[in-house]
């Protein structure tokens, strides 16, 4: 079986349980076994603090973390420099990409950057 990748905003519609949560919840629940870009864990980190309780922060890293983190080492960062000019990917999606790739698992997102790439499970943004 394939491993599975929640990009920030996917992880971000769970916690605001949007309606794309209907496609993410349930790759959620394969936590511990979920792969968690180090990247992916600063971004939601960062919106979780800026819009919730410090308390919810803390829940949803420590969530993030009971996955299989992977730091970016200098191969991902290489990888992610390809990617970034190949697919014109901002910096952060580049990293979460070439995890993606390296690790031969499946993204699943809603950031339309993302839309159309190998590997890759799209759902466009859906309004509350």
Same mark, same amino acid.
């Given at each position: 079986?394939?491993?599975?990748?929640?990009? +920030?905003?996917?992880?971000?519609?769970?916690?605001?349980?949007?309606?794309?949560? @209907?496609?993410?919840?349930?790759?959620?629940?394969?936590?511990?076994?979920?792969? &968690?870009? +180090? &990247?992916?864990?600063?971004?939601? !980190?960062? &919106?979780?603090?800026?819009? !919730?309780?410090?308390?919810?922060?803390?829940? &949803?890293? !420590?969530?993030?973390?009971?996955?299989?983190? @992977?730091?970016?080492?200098?191969?991902?960062?290489?990888?992610?420099?390809?990617?970034?000019?190949?697919?014109?990917?901002?910096?952060?999606? +580049?990293?979460?990409?070439? @995890?993606?790739?390296?690790?031969?698992?499946?993204?699943?997102?809603?950031?339309?950057?993302?839309?159309?790439?190998?590997?890759?499970?799209?759902?466009?943004?859906?309004?509350?």
């Amino acid at each position: 079986m394939k491993p599975d990748i929640l990009d +920030s905003s996917a992880w971000l519609e769970c916690l605001e349980n949007g309606p794309n949560t @209907v496609h993410f919840g349930p790759i959620l629940f394969k936590l511990p076994d979920l792969i &968690v870009p +180090s &990247v992916v864990i600063t971004e939601v !980190r960062k &919106v979780a603090l800026n819009q !919730r309780p410090p308390e919810k922060a803390e829940e &949803v890293t !420590r969530s993030m973390l009971s996955g299989i983190l @992977v730091n970016i080492d200098g191969e991902i960062a290489a990888s992610a420099a390809d990617l970034f000019i190949k697919y014109k990917l901002p910096l952060a999606d +580049s990293l979460i990409y070439a @995890v993606t790739l390296a690790h031969k698992a499946t993204l699943w997102t809603q950031d339309d950057d993302f839309e159309g790439l190998p590997n890759v499970k799209y759902f466009p943004k859906k309004k509350s």
